[in-house]
Each structure stands twice: as structure tokens, then as C-alpha cells.
């Protein structure tokens, strides 16, 4: 499968962003789908996972109620909602499914 991300970008502390990831092939609906981020100088950070079905969730706690993980699987296309961003948010996003990764995508926190 290809996953290829978009959205992001930069935007001021509080504000919000929607990040795409569209995948190409049948795979995509079997497996979970998970965003990751890497930090300057940072190694790559799990960020949150969804299952095929979209029935489960999973963030890690510095998102909690921030951000929002779903999926299309009728467009084959998930999703990473960010609210109440904060400059700690600042990373290049990936999104993976199964052993595929999108191409990543700047998202700036910044005044």
C-alpha cells in the first residue's frame, strides 16, 4: 500500500490542523492505522492508533483530548484532528499502515 499525507503546515499556538493520510490498495481497511511524530533532535514519537474498523483508539497521553485519530475506509483515508495545538506539537507527522509510511508532513507551532 502508498500512503501519501497532507495538511499541516504552520499555525499559532491553540489553533488547530487536520492532517490527511490517503492510501492506495486493499490492505488499507485490514490493518491499524497509526500516527507517529518526530521532533527536531527527537527521536520518532508514537502519536496515536486506530483500528481497522475504527472502533478503538489510542493516544499517548501528551494528546489526550487534543487530538483526534479516525478513519475513511471508504475512501481509504484516515485522519489525525489537532486541536489546542502548543509549540511542543511542532514535529514532522507520519502516518503506517502495516509496513507502509506516508511521506511526512511539517506541522509548526509557533507565535
Known amino acids: 500500500v502508498q500512503l501519501v499525507q497532507s495538511g499541516g503546515g504552520l499555525v499559532q499556538p491553540g489553533g488547530s490542523l487536520r492532517l490527511s493520510c490517503a492510501a492506495s490498495?486493499?490492505?488499507?481497511?485490514?490493518?491499524?492505522l497509526t500516527w507517529y511524530r518526530q521532533a527536531p533532535g527527537k527521536e520518532r514519537e508514537w502519536v496515536a492508533t486506530i483500528s481497522p474498523t475504527g472502533g478503538g483508539t489510542y493516544y499517548v497521553d501528551s494528546v489526550k483530548g487534543r487530538f483526534t485519530i479516525s478513519r475513511d475506509n471508504a475512501k481509504n483515508t484516515a485522519y489525525l484532528q489537532m486541536n489546542s495545538l502548543k509549540p511542543e506539537d511542532t514535529a514532522v507527522y507520519y502516518c503506517?499502515?502495516?509496513?507502509?509510511w506516508g511521506q511526512g508532513t511539517q506541522v509548526t507551532v509557533s507565535s
Open positions: 490498495g486493499s490492505t488499507f481497511i485490514r490493518y491499524d
Open positions: 503506517k499502515n502495516l509496513d507502509s
